[in-house]
């Protein structure tokens, strides 16, 4: 495929401290770019990461046709980069054009795009354990108008971060407090797409959570405010009497692709796994019966949070006494031994440059 390449004439990696890095404030040297118009995607274009002009009545400013996606690239011991299940990606960001009214994408110009684009900047893949490169595409409609209907046009762009740990506190057990009067998402609207407005209605409610001192919200569901649907960042995970449970993916919560790769690897290994409803009240009668064994959430960009503490109303709960547990720690060995290249990748996730 052709793509258009304008390198940078100086990096600025040299300025950047690879060993300090936290997450999503630091980006490199260049970002791709392919328009659609026309119908159909356009030549790519590599360009030096830089301020884009855009008009103030773009009509996803004021209507928000917008989806994104969050990769992860990963140096190895071989001095090969991981790209880790960027079909799978790919696969989700797809399914979000289609709720948002966005032309698709062929895995062919996507992949093309992002390969070349991560040749280009394969040094700013941080060495060490624990640091990683978020791949961040997104599509935005690009038409100038003020009136609520689909754009003709849209950009598609790539940019990349080099990363720490999402959480501070790491792999040490979050503290979550639901979701109170606030909902997310019901059914039939956009909460499976991976779009802005998802993430803007859980702001406040987050901000809340943060200020009573806990690290993120536990969504319920928005009819009866009992069972149990994902974290403001991840999906979530119980171990009740060894069974893992996770909330059914049933059209209100984003289809996680960490999830996806724990529910495989528990099956691969004998784990019970129950994907279905589950009520708050369920967790507080299991804690309170002592078998509630460990909470964790997942994602792309923490990978297995363990969660230490829920507060529900006047009631919380301490979880497997505040510390990580068993199987918490399995799935974050096994997922990160894959991505970093320590480990065969039976599953065929990952992608090598």
């Known amino acids: ?118 040749k280009l900047d394969k040094a700013w893949v941080p060495h060490q354990r624990g640091y990683s490169l978020y791949i961040r595409p997104f599509i935005f409609a690009t038409e100038s108008y003020l009136g609520v209907r689909v754009s003709e046009t849209y950009r598609f762009m790539i940019i990349l971060s080099p990363v720490g740990a999402y959480y501070k506190e790491g792999l040490n057990p979050v503290r979550l407090i639901t979701s109170g009067e606030y909902v997310r998402a019901v059914k039939g609207g956009l909460g499976e797409a991976k779009t802005p407005a998802n993430y803007a209605a859980s702001l406040l409610p987050a901000h809340e959570a943060k200020e009573k001192g806990f690290t993120q ?59 279905r409803r589950i009520s708050i009240d369920e967790v507080l009668s299991a804690s309170k019966n002592g078998k509630l064994n460990e909470v964790f959430g997942t994602g792309t960009a923490a990978v297995i949070s363990p969660v230490g503490n829920i507060q529900h109303l006047e009631t919380l709960i301490t979880v497997n006494g505040g510390r990580i547990g068993p199987l918490s720690q399995k799935f974050f060995d096994e997922v990160t031994s894959i991505q970093y290249g320590e480990k065969p990748d039976k599953f065929g996730w990952v992608m090598t440059l």
């Open 1 to 118: 495929m052709n793509i258009d390449i304008t390198r940078v004439k100086n990096s600025q990696l040299s300025k950047v401290d690879m060993n300090k890095l936290n997450f999503g404030e630091v980006f490199s040297d260049h970002m791709l770019i392919i328009d659609y118009n026309k119908g159909r995607w356009q030549t790519p274009q590599i360009l030096p990461f830089d301020n884009i002009s855009i008009l103030p009545s773009l009509c996803a400013l004021h209507y928000g046709q917008v989806v994104f996606e969050g990769i992860k690239a990963f140096y190895t011991p071989q001095g090969n980069i991981h790209i880790f299940r960027p079909q799978k990606y790919h696969e989700r960001m797809n399914k979000s054009c289609r709720r948002l009214c966005i032309p698709e994408m062929s895995w062919d110009i996507f992949s093309a795009g992002l390969t070349e684009l991560l």
């Open 217 to 275: 919200v536990l969504w319920l569901d928005a009819i009866e405010h009992r069972y149990i649907e994902e974290v403001g960042t991840m999906n979530i995970c119980f171990v009740i009497d060894n069974e893992l449970v996770t909330p059914l993916l049933d059209g209100t919560i984003l289809d996680g692709v960490t999830r996806n790769c724990v529910l495989r690897l528990a099956k691969d290994s004998g784990v019970k796994v129950n994907e």
